[in-house]
């Protein structure tokens, strides 16, 4: 009996492992209708995968430096890699993140989004190819983060210069250990981004350089003085790991003072970056190929163009509330915009502002007034968006 | 690029000078001024070889000085940019004085006006240049950066190139 038993436990608990245990990544070329979509942008990709899957198409996402998602498209240089690496793609149904095999050849992308201008990449004397689009999508802020713990708050331009520039040298207390400075290499847009705000030339950059965001983070916060660490991370990064890390208030050239992204340090309003105080951020690049009209390839693309630069809304998802959650601007809450890498800032009232209904997510109120249509709007903000009376 | 020890030469020089007056001035105000104008004056001639002439954020080229809100982030809120000099920032027995005019804001601290949160001079007007942009009034937190923690600036208060 005793025997019996201990062998119906073993029989058992196998079964629970077999049932239990992940199914190896098929490939990814073998799901239905998959589309190939590189480089930054994980959560509005996330979001609008679990969106697509229940129309019956796989959003297959392969997360990696934006420079590399430039490549993607204007090169043509195919998606490789596989689960049992980490490096395969990810794609997702209405309730789970799975992962797949790319092919053995690669495949190649549909999409490919940039956190930085493709120029900034590499040089581009005549600009981008003419079969290849870029559309500006929701913007998102670049900064330099220290563990939680750390008593830093803030950190100037010069200070960022010298730190990153010179490492050792900085003279920039307390960073000036170059095994505490964590950087991402010339393939991240956070980088170029962060090169252009500083001065420092993204491949002269000084430290111990780690392999992805997720990786500054773990090095971040395993590192044994936590006065002495610094790295580099978008908004969406941090805010995913805000128990872990923090982000600096910076203080620009000529600026009086340094501020957050947001209008304090536990906010997630964006508000300084909405309104160009805070300095260092960019809009996502959508990158497709087009045809000989000038109109993305595929339709499938043509979407993803249209509901990241707002002109079409995903079926049954709020881009607003998701992109709001992830710390990243949509367009049409921004007040200042730039036409350049880091460029001069221009006052921007959005065609159909979404600022009331930003305000209200992040916040938890606003001073807008509340509506139904417009007709219950003042003849002040007469447009009613998103259940908010806006100027337009 | 704007350069930061400049403008500390410039500030400092023109305060020590300020005791230039004019006899045709008829008001406080713009005898003040035109002690600023020539303190101006007076460091753009001595470093007339080095640096442009003017005032900015540090940088003394004339038409850098085009906008109010420059002057206001160096000077204080109130100062406006007249003629390519910037003017004395507004001072001030309460908040109605500060409010008072285009482009001023903040609010009455210890006689001279400051930014909403920040204590710091802002540019109350809507922005238009990268400087009023930066130093718009705001009731957003804010730390300043202490710049002595800079330590390794050139003479001329410039950033040596990266190695």
């Known amino acids: ?392 | 690029m704007v350069s930061s020890f400049g403008g500390r030469t410039l500030y400092a020089v023109a305060t020590a000078t300020m005791s230039f007056s004019s006899p045709q001035e008829s008001s406080k105000g713009r005898a003040a001024r035109r002690s600023r104008v020539l303190a101006w004056l007076g460091v753009a001639l001595a470093a007339a070889a080095a640096i442009p002439v003017g005032c900015s954020l540090g940088n003394l080229s004339p038409d850098a000085c085009g906008q109010s809100g420059e002057c206001a982030a160096l000077f204080g809120a109130g100062s406006e940019c007249v003629d390519g000099f910037c003017t004395d920032p507004v001072k001030c027995e309460d908040d109605a004085d500060c409010t008072a005019g285009a482009c001023r804001g903040g609010y009455c601290a210890v006689g001279s006006c400051e930014g909403a949160v920040s204590g710091r001079p802002c540019f109350a007007c809507a922005p238009e240049t990268r400087a009023e942009f930066l130093n718009a009034c705001t009731n957003a937190t804010c730390v300043p950066f202490d710049k002595a923690r800079v330590t390794k600036l050139l003479p001329d208060g410039t950033l040596p190139p990266v190695p």
């Open chain 1, 1 to 392: 009996m005793r025997l019996r038993h201990s062998l119906s436990f073993f029989l058992a608990a196998a079964a629970g492992l077999l049932l239990a245990a992940p199914a190896e990544a098929g490939p990814c070329s073998a799901l239905p209708n998959p589309v190939y979509i590189n480089g930054g942008g994980g959560i509005f990709i996330e979001n609008l995968g679990r969106v697509l899957s229940s129309q019956g198409i796989t959003l297959i996402y392969k997360r990696q430096g934006s420079c590399l998602a430039v490549d993607s498209i204007v090169n043509g240089t195919p998606l490789v890699g596989t689960e049992a690496a980490g490096t395969g793609g990810m794609y997702w149904d209405t309730s789970s993140e799975y992962a797949c095999d790319f092919d053995v050849d690669g495949n190649v992308a549909d999409v490919g989004i940039s956190d930085v201008f493709p120029s900034t990449c590499s040089s581009l004397p005549n600009g981008l190819p003419q079969d290849v689009g870029d559309y500006l999508g929701p913007v998102e802020a670049y900064g330099f983060a220290v563990p939680r713990p750390s008593a830093q708050e803030s950190i100037s331009r010069e200070a960022a210069y010298f730190v990153f520039g010179f490492g050792a040298e900085s003279g920039v207390e307390p960073w000036t250990d170059p095994t505490a400075i964590f950087t991402r290499g010339e393939g991240s847009g956070t980088q170029q981004m962060l090169a252009v705000a500083t001065g420092v030339p993204v491949d002269r950059w000084k430290g111990t350089q780690a392999s992805s965001s997720a990786d500054i983070v773990s090095k971040l916060a395993n590192a044994p003085d936590k006065e002495k660490a610094i790295g580099i991370l978008a908004s969406e990064v941090a805010i995913e790991n805000d128990l872990t890390v923090k982000l600096l208030a910076y203080q620009d050239t000529g600026q009086t003072c340094g501020y957050y992204m947001d209008s304090t340090p536990t906010a997630r309003d964006k508000a300084n970056v909405r309104d160009g105080h805070y300095t260092v951020w960019g809009p996502f690049h959508v990158l497709t190929k087009l045809d000989q009209d000038g109109y993305p390839r595929s339709a499938v693309a043509a979407d993803i163009v249209s509901y990241a630069i707002g002109t079409k809304d995903p079926p049954g998802l709020d881009l607003v509330q998701v992109l709001a959650a992830a710390g990243i601007v949509p367009e049409c809450a921004m007040r200042v915009t730039r036409t350049a890498e880091m460029g001069p800032l221009s006052s921007f009232q959005p065609p159909r502002s979404c600022g009331c209904y930003f305000d209200a997510l992040t916040q938890g109120t606003t001073s807008c007034a509340p509506c139904t249509t417009s007709i219950d709007c003042p003849a002040s903000a007469p447009a009613c968006n998103y259940n908010h009376c806006e100027v337009q």
